[in-house]
């Protein structure tokens, strides 16, 4: 396969960023934009060239001419349309969260292995070369034995998300958590992100009862805490630190937005100077993870490598989101 053919599913703001990215690459091209709004999809293929449209998401699943499906539709629909495209037999990159319960977490999972088709959650970050340097700084070292991590991601974007997508935690929370997921993960072993007690708290929205503000206490078995905030309903920030008995590695630039340019952590030692952590590259999170899997669809793969998420950690991610928010309630 010299060219990725890709259907994209959903005319929202994040369709435009995975649009120009895989515009970006000369081994994939979009052949087909499907929604539910008809003007939407005329517009989407004014503005970059696409040769063919449809409001039918079920034709656009199962169009002969496509060979991969991204997902950019509301997650609470993840499962049903992820299923249909995987039966089909089309390579799948769904937007996190992965979907909005457990079940239906479990059942996609299932239903993608039992297909044998490629499948990765749009965890784009973790695409990006910045995660390969991070993974070489937990590992070299330096932090000592990991303590605590914490984290927080807030933005007032509580009014453009669907109501039925469970709020903050599932629509922000989840890329703390997530990143929480893979620094303990990659310190800690596979194993370490399963045992462990959790406590949280949250405001919910007076329109709709989602958790619009949530905080987040955990204590894992090997005793690493860590605290994580969430919240739509406000601000502008991104903030990720890592604590070890040596000193905290801190996140300067947002970890979940990794830019086309210069990208920054800054390791502080409890005895010695700082250090700035540069990282620099030419394309920003999207056109990576459209890297990635081309990559894992030309060699046959059915699912990523780290550092993005593989099936089984995407499972993990959605059990502690799941937790927190049933825990906010």
């Known amino acids: 396969m010299t060219t990725l053919r890709w259907a994209v599913l959903g005319t929202g703001f994040i369709s435009h960023a995975m649009i120009e990215a895989i515009g970006l690459s000369d081994s994939s091209r979009v052949d087909l934009i499907a929604g539910r709004n ?35 539709l509301p997650n609470h629909v993840h499962r049903e349309v992820t299923l249909a495209a995987a039966s089909a037999g089309k390579a799948v990159l769904s937007e996190k969260s992965l979907t909005t319960t457990i079940a239906d977490a ?16 749009g965890l784009m ?12 700084l937990l590992l070299d070292g330096r932090l000592g034995l990991l303590r605590s991590i914490r984290g927080s991601y807030a933005a007032p974007i ?39 007690s959790s406590a949280a708290t949250g405001n919910r929205s007076e329109f709709d009862r989602n958790v619009v503000d949530a905080a987040l206490s955990v204590r894992f078995g090997n005793g690493v805490l860590a605290t994580l905030q969430s919240t739509d309903s406000y601000g502008m920030s991104s903030e990720f630190a890592i604590s070890g008995d040596n000193g905290v590695l801190r996140f300067d630039t947002n970890p979940w937005l990794p830019v086309a340019g210069q990208n920054t952590l800054t390791w502080l030692p409890f ?23 081309e990559r894992h669809v030309a060699a046959g793969h059915s699912e990523a490598e780290r550092p993005s998420p593989r099936l089984s950690d995407s499972i993990e991610i959605m059990e502690l989101l799941t937790e927190w928010e049933a825990l906010c309630r």
Do not use: W
């Open 106 to 121: 479990h059942e996609l999972v299932s239903g993608v292995r039992d297909a044998g088709t490629f499948f990765v959650e």
């Open 38 to 72: 008809g003007d939407s999809l005329s517009e989407y293929r004014r503005r970059y060239s696409i040769p063919r449209s449809t409001l039918k998401l079920d034709e656009a699943v199962r169009d002969p001419e496509i060979d991969a499906v991204y997902i950019g």
């Open 125 to 136: 970050y973790l695409a990006h070369p910045l995660y390969v340097r991070v993974a070489e």
């Open 158 to 196: 509580a009014h453009l998300v669907n109501p039925r997508g469970m709020g903050t935690i599932f629509n922000l929370g989840c890329y703390p958590v997530s990143l929480l997921h893979f620094v303990l993960q990659t310190m800690c072993g596979d194993d370490a992100f399963g045992t462990r």
């Open 271 to 293: 005895n010695g100077d700082p250090e700035t952590i540069t990282i620099n590259d030419g394309f920003d999170a999207f056109y990576h993870q459209v890297k990635m899997v």
